[in-house]
């Protein structure tokens, strides 16, 4: 069955340092997702992706956050300047027209 | 203001005994329905799904879930419960149209005792 694949599993980085997340969505899938999920807590939309543009974000994905599809496979997340309450699993998913949302299994990211 | 709900932050079943899980929704128009687990530690493994059709809905490792437009639910349920169920449930919604975000409820811990 196809997956989402996500690297790092995990990610220890400095406060104030730059982050970038990767996800490999499937293939055939036209939307992509990322999500957030502090320790304990719900998880949270951070932005949908569609034709090499954002079609939505929620007021979490501030200036300091920013995705990209830099080539027909991988899609990133980078978080510019990490900060401690960025500590967090970080989920990718892609999305087929039969409405099949598959996650990845996460990276899991501490800021220090 | 759109929102999913799951009134149960923590539940506590025996092994054997049946479970059923609540979520209630309030959007304008009904969504597209899900029921996602996730072990610690781990990522969100997808049960089952409602888009239209028959109102129940069978799903993987013997869960089913039943859609009510009455009450704006879709509760999840399996008839016996076994300790490797012990989990959090996110039940979550996607607006009727391709791409839409899916939106979380707040998860309910399953614990099982043997």
């Known amino acids: 069955e196809p997956e989402v694949t996500q690297t790092p599993s995990h990610q220890v980085t400095q406060m104030g340092q730059e982050v970038i997340l990767r996800c490999v969505p499937i293939s055939n899938h036209l939307y992509f997702y990322w999500y957030r999920q502090i320790l304990g807590q719900k998880v949270e939309f951070l932005v949908s992706?569609?034709?090499?543009?954002?079609?939505?974000k929620s007021e979490i994905f501030d200036d300091q956050f920013s995705v990209e599809r830099p080539d027909g496979s991988n899609f990133t997340l980078k978080i510019r300047s990490t900060k401690l309450e960025d500590s967090a699993m970080y989920f990718c998913?892609?999305?087929?027209?039969?409405?099949?949302?598959?996650f990845g299994s996460g990276t899991r990211l501490t800021v220090v | 203001a759109q929102s999913v709900t799951q009134p149960d932050i923590h539940i506590t079943v025996s092994e054997g005994a049946s479970l059923e899980l609540r979520c209630n929704y309030s959007y304008g128009a009904t969504p597209y329905l899900f029921w996602y687990v996730q072990s610690p530690g781990q990522g969100l493994q997808l049960l089952l799904k409602?888009?239209?059709?028959?109102?129940l809905v069978q799903g993987i490792k013997g869960f089913e879930a039943e859609f009510k437009r009455s009450q704006s639910s879709f509760n999840l349920r399996k008839p016996s419960v076994h300790w490797s169920d012990a989990a959090e449930y996110f039940c979550?919604?996607?607006?009727?149209?391709?791409?839409?975000?899916?939106?979380f409820g707040a998860g309910t811990i399953l614990r099982v005792k043997s």
């Open positions: 979550a919604v996607a607006l009727m149209e391709y791409g839409n975000k899916l939106v």
């Open positions: 992706f569609y034709n090499n543009e954002i079609s939505e």
């Open positions: 998913a892609s999305t087929s027209r039969n409405y099949g949302y598959t």
């Open positions: 409602y888009f239209s059709g028959d109102t």
